[in-house]
């Protein structure tokens, strides 16, 4: 099993940042991670993935050249880091590990789920 826990969501201006963690604990394997949000009344979405090695990378086309997810394998961590905020990027933000090594997009392939943190960027 693997457990993930998420912190650094919160209340941000528009036009701000933060940075969201991942830490991972439990068993260790060669895994791809995800960061994946959830709006009221929307699906969950990949915003972004990340190779074990971290040399590979996807952006969904809406937060690409504002997000930048990175990995530190040492530290069992992935970060998203989050620029440019806008009130449309408000949603509760879940991390996942898939069973592969290389970046899967597809929510299925994402069995580790972390429970998720709350970013609300106000207007």
């Known amino acids: 099993q693997v457990q993930l826990v998420e912190s650094g969501g919160g209340l941000v201006q528009a036009g701000g940042s933060l940075r969201l963690s991942c830490a991972a604990s439990?068993?260790?394997?060669?895994?791809?991670m995800g960061w994946f949000r959830q709006a009221p009344g929307k699906e969950r979405s990949l915003l972004a993935g990340i190779s074990w090695s971290g040399g590979s990378t996807y952006y969904l086309d809406s937060v690409k050249g504002r997000f930048t997810i990175s990995r530190d394998n040492a530290k069992n961590t992935v970060y998203l880091q989050m620029n440019s905020l806008k009130p449309e990027d408000t949603a509760v933000y879940y991390c996942?590990?898939?069973?592969?090594?290389?970046?899967?997009?597809?929510?299925?392939?994402?069995?580790?789920w972390g429970q998720g943190t709350q970013v609300t960027v106000s207007s």
């Open positions: 996942a590990a898939s069973s592969s090594s290389k970046v899967v997009t597809a929510i299925y392939e994402y069995p580790y």
């Open positions: 439990g068993r260790t394997f060669r895994y791809s």
